[in-house]
């Protein structure tokens, strides 16, 4: 099989010196293996997402000197795609609607629970049945069930510079630190990020997902619900990221380091390579 990666930013601010680098190293690598890089908008996130966004996202990818080989793939515009995977998982029993908000969870988890890790969804929902749903109702991954359905080694493999190799998933540390994620949302009802960007991988024919290592502790919960739906997981390349003076890795809020200043600046695509460290001077 070809090489063939992807870019797939959320819409939801200017890209920044780590997303110029995550596209940089993706685009590179796509033909360096004479194979394809692809642009996918992750906005599914409709309050957040906005068309000023993309439209700079294009504008930057096109000055950094990068393109495309197909049309760029909008989430947001093909919503429908994504009910089979929502009617798979729901047909083998695998999800419970949950209508807590924010806050219901954060006194849930505040409140003493044996073992119960901070960051889990703690469960609160998880007797309630499908046919109780209402409307507005997030749905969520009843993930001891969905692992007993899984063979017991389900692992992906690697070839980023940090984690490089084979990693198996553990049920127990899945139950411990991932829980029972959300896969449709709560309100809107619109698939969530981590299903729709794993199902997108394999719509696109991605074999090599390559993104920040901010992005690799999500790769099991993507991998488990890949192996749910019968599919087999593309290889996963996390790269290093790129961090401000105080070490800490850039967000969507650090405008200081968004590219469409460097291009006010007129700084070249040649000199952010250099910033990046990603050509040799
Ligand atoms: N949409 C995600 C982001 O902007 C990236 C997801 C991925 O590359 O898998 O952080």
Not at 191 to 203: E, K, M, P, T, W
Not at 246 to 274: F, M, Q, T, W
């Amino acid at each position: 099989m070809g090489f063939r990666t992807r870019f797939a930013p959320s819409p939801t601010g200017p890209l920044h010196l780590g997303h110029a680098y995550s596209a940089i190293i993706a685009h590179d690598m796509a033909r360096k293996n004479q194979g394809q890089f692809l642009l996918r908008l992750e906005d599914t996130d409709i309050a957040r997402s906005k068309p000023q966004w993309s439209a700079l996202i294009y504008e930057d990818l096109e000055w950094l000197g990068l393109s495309w080989d197909e049309p760029a793939l909008s989430q947001a515009a093909q919503l429908s795609s994504y009910n089979p995977a929502l009617d798979q998982l729901e047909k083998l029993n695998l999800l419970y609607p949950c209508s807590c908000t924010r806050a219901d969870i954060r006194a849930a988890l505040s409140a003493p629970q044996e073992g119960a890790p901070h960051d889990v969804y703690p469960q609160t929902c998880k007797s309630r049945h499908m046919n109780d749903r209402l409307k507005g109702d997030a749905l969520r991954l009843h993930l001891n069930k969905a692992l007993q359905r899984l063979p017991d080694h389900i692992s992906f493999h690697e070839e980023g510079p940090i984690y490089k190799g084979e990693h198996h998933i553990d049920a127990q540390h899945a139950l411990q630190t991932i829980g029972d994620i959300v896969v449709s949302r709560k309100g809107d009802e619109i698939i969530a990020y981590f299903l729709a960007s794993a199902l997108d991988d394999i719509h696109q024919g991605i074999t090599h997902v390559v993104r920040g290592a901010d992005l690799f502790e999500f790769t099991s919960i993507q991998v488990i619900l890949l192996s749910l739906l019968g599919h087999k997981p593309p290889i996963y390349h996390h790269h290093d990221l790129i961090r401000d003076e105080n070490g800490k890795r850039l967000a969507k809020r650090d405008d200081a380091k968004a590219i469409r200043k460097y291009r006010d600046e007129e700084l070249s695509p040649h000199d952010i390579r250099v910033i990046l460290g990603l050509v040799v001077v």
